[in-house]
């Protein structure tokens, strides 16, 4: 499940490509000529991008169905997304991307109307993230929506939104079960930042709770996965969760390394003339 952004950039050249390695030309002609395991080692290097790129295939498919195209040709582009799903869970070591492709492809009509009311109940409560109450009923909706579709990237999104609002409405156990949640698929989805956004609510809830020794490995985790690719702003938010979980902990001098440290790897200020 994403956004009607992704169904847009689908008739791009390039979908989600971070350089010129992610391109559809360039991975169907692999795949096309049955040299699979470069693909393996292509989605191993850009796994932040590899969801997006398989998805694109489903997202364009439905979306070609639903304006009155071809079904045989969205079938063949079901087809291929799962093609490059099944080299995804090979990459990963996992199932997760064929099961999520194979669902996708499996839909009947009415499926596939709950799967867009799912994506309309998430983005519905995002645009009422000021009204918690109101945007939990939201992402709750969204989750019934796209779990039994076998929807794990709506799910994920879904655990998450759940996961944050709850946080705002001071239910410090639910929104540490539904980080927990999403932390698992977008973990194995490889989604990166939603990952480490993840572990992020799982400290923060350990924390509100009065417990952040519980909750100090999640940080751990939140800031071994931050990249230089990452906004300082992001990295700076992991850095000081984890810190002050540190700090916590009694260890102060490795929290005071690890400020310093970072501090050093960051661009100098451009001096005003």
């Not at 992704?6 to 050249?13: A, D, G, K, S, Y």
């Not at 364009?60 to 079938?75: H, R």
């Not at 977008?186 to 939603?194: S, W």
Request: glycine share 8%.
């Amino acid at each position: 499940m994403n956004t009607l952004i992704i169904t847009n950039l689908l008739m791009m050249p390039a979908l989600f490509a971070a350089d010129d390695a992610m391109t559809r030309e360039r991975l169907e002609k692999m795949l096309t000529d049955g040299d699979t395991a470069w693909i393996v080692q292509t989605f191993t290097r850009h796994a932040d991008n590899t969801l997006g790129f398989i998805d694109g295939y489903f997202e364009g498919g439905l979306k070609m169905i639903e304006e009155g195209g071809s079904e045989k040709k969205a079938t063949e582009m079901f087809r291929k997304g799962l093609e490059f799903a099944r080299l995804a869970d090979k990459a990963y070591n996992e199932v997760i991307f064929t099961q999520y492709a194979a669902s996708f492809g499996s839909w009947s009509p009415k499926e596939r109307l709950e799967f867009r009311k799912g994506q309309q109940e998430f983005r519905a409560g995002r645009k009422i993230k000021d009204n918690p109450e109101e945007a939990l009923a939201h992402f709750e909706k969204s989750l019934a929506l796209a779990s039994p579709l076998g929807d794990a990237w709506g799910s994920a999104m879904a655990h998450t939104g759940i996961a944050t609002t709850k946080l705002k409405l001071k239910d410090y156990e639910g929104a540490r079960d539904a980080a927990m949640k999403a932390a698992e698929f977008n973990g194995r989805l490889r989604l990166r930042r939603d990952h480490i956004r993840s572990r992020l609510i799982i400290g923060q809830s350990y924390a509100d709770m009065g417990n952040t020794a519980a909750g100090r490995g999640h940080l751990r985790i939140a800031w071994d996965a931050v990249t230089d690719a990452d906004s300082v702003a992001l990295r700076t938010e992991v850095l000081d969760a984890y810190c002050t979980a540190l700090e916590a902990a009694g260890a102060v001098a490795k929290a005071a390394e690890l400020r310093a440290e970072f501090a050093k790897s960051l661009p100098a200020p451009v001096e005003k003339k």
